[in-house]
């Protein structure tokens, strides 16, 4: 079975290789086609599964190409991870909000818009020739804003196009964990959009635990959610959000951190991964162990500025494994093998919660088999997550519309709607300063 990488240069990927070294069963993945646009960054990743590779007789193989129609014929899944503009952009996406005083995080507030508006053009372009060159091949979709660009690219491949995130399954974790759950056993009830969604129950045997959860402040307090957002918060809303969320109800703070901060997470990253791409350039380089020691630093700074605001200190060390490629593989697996799991994916609504649309993806407990995922039926969101979901919804929508267009009027619209642009001055200042730094911009008139 073939797995093309798109964004096969990209730092994460030696984990979702690791994981398909771990997979030896009939009907895996026998060969990984990575594409980037990036021959170095192409070499410097290949150099680092190659290593991974060592001792293991069955490993797939491995090839590069910076050419996407060689990358796609004939694959089976196509995984998108590509990140258009680099972290140059990342970085740059962080610096213009900050500057108008407002959140500049790459998936949340302006910088979620203006990543997703340089994106969205690109990942249909990639969904178009996706269906033209491998019709039968399925999506799997990490490209962040996930929950946009999986639904910009639905539009192309129709439920062919999945979209995970390794938050939810992360959350579910700790949960389980401190409730002396197996996470694998447990029913997890989330439900929302990408980085925006809540765990409302976790059930064992039927029975659902998080009441016991939210009744012990001391429990409640032990791991990361209940550090970051407080217990009496959590209490309050009766349910345990999305790590993402604390840019929500705690922007004011998050702002400050971020604006007091000697480095934007964005520039934190670009400059260390520079720092391992530069070493890879040298033939003696021990690839795998440059990568395993940047991994670690870049694991243990996530999201640091939010625990810096909580007081949350720092994150466990169970924290630190990632769990992307482990949905990936998982997926993969439950599709090409009709072994029939559950997973929390982003898809297409269809009729899930009433207060969205068919089309609109949304984050919630799928049912997968062969022919897909299936979103289970979940009751409906309380009011103020109902209302945040829907003002985020309509916020990508307008930038589907703005990349669709090339409207700058409407794009100035989409950053002027989200609940954390709090101005429509400050998003059309927004708009002239992501423009003005980002080329992938340039077509909004």
Request: aromatic content about 6%; proline content about 4%.
């Amino acid at each position: 079975m073939k797995l093309t990488i798109l964004g096969g240069g990209g730092f994460r990927v030696p984990l979702v290789y690791g994981a398909l070294l771990g997979d030896h069963a009939e009907g895996r993945v026998t060969r990984v086609v990575l594409h980037d646009l990036d021959a170095d960054r192409l070499s410097a990743v290949t150099r680092v599964l190659a290593e991974q590779a060592t001792g293991v007789s069955d490993a797939p193989e491995v090839s590069a190409t910076t050419d996407l129609d060689e990358a796609l014929t004939g694959a089976d899944f196509v995984f998108s991870a590509i990140r258009v503009g680099g972290l140059e952009g990342r970085a740059n996406d962080e610096r213009v909000a900050l500057a108008e005083g407002v959140l500049g995080q790459e998936t949340v507030g302006a910088g979620g818009i203006a990543y997703g508006l340089r994106t969205v053009p690109v990942a249909e372009n990639i969904a178009r020739r996706v269906a033209r060159v491998a019709p039968d091949a399925w999506v799997i979709n990490f490209t962040n804003p996930a929950g946009l660009v999986t639904e910009a690219m639905s539009r192309h491949l129709g439920d062919r196009v999945i979209g995970i995130c390794d938050s939810p399954v992360g959350l579910g974790r700790r949960i389980a964990r401190v409730l002396g759950a197996n996470p694998g056993e447990a029913w997890i009830d989330y439900v929302g959009l990408n980085h925006l969604g809540w765990v409302r129950g976790l059930r064992i045997n039927g029975r659902d635990e998080l009441p016991r959860l939210l009744a012990d402040p001391d429990l409640l307090g032990s791991f990361e959610e209940g550090k970051l957002f407080g217990t009496d918060w959590l209490q309050s809303l009766g349910a345990i959000p999305n790590e993402y969320l604390h840019y929500y109800y705690f922007n004011r703070e998050a702002v400050r951190a971020y604006s007091q901060a000697e480095k934007t997470r964005g520039a934190f990253l670009r400059d260390q991964q520079a720092g391992f791409y530069d070493e890879m350039k040298r033939p003696d380089a021990a690839a795998l162990t440059a990568w395993d020691r940047t991994r670690a630093e870049r694991e243990a700074t996530y999201m640091a500025e939010a625990r810096e605001t909580a007081g949350a200190g720092e994150r466990d060390a169970d924290d630190l494994s990632g769990g992307y490629e482990k949905v990936a593989l998982a997926l993969m697996r439950a599709i090409a093998r009709d072994e029939r799991t559950t997973l929390i994916l982003n898809v297409r609504n269809r009729r899930t919660l009433s207060v969205l649309d068919a089309e609109a993806v949304i984050e919630v407990p799928c049912l997968v088999d062969a022919n897909g995922a299936h979103p289970v039926t979940v009751d409906p969101l309380p009011d103020h997550a109902s209302g945040l979901v829907c003002s985020v919804k309509a916020v990508e929508r307008e930038v589907l519309a703005a990349a669709e267009s090339g409207s700058r009027a409407t794009a100035v619209k989409a950053f002027a709607l989200h609940p954390l642009v709090d101005s429509v001055n400050v998003a059309r200042r927004l708009v002239d300063g992501y423009t003005a730094v980002h080329p992938g911009l340039a077509y909004l008139k």
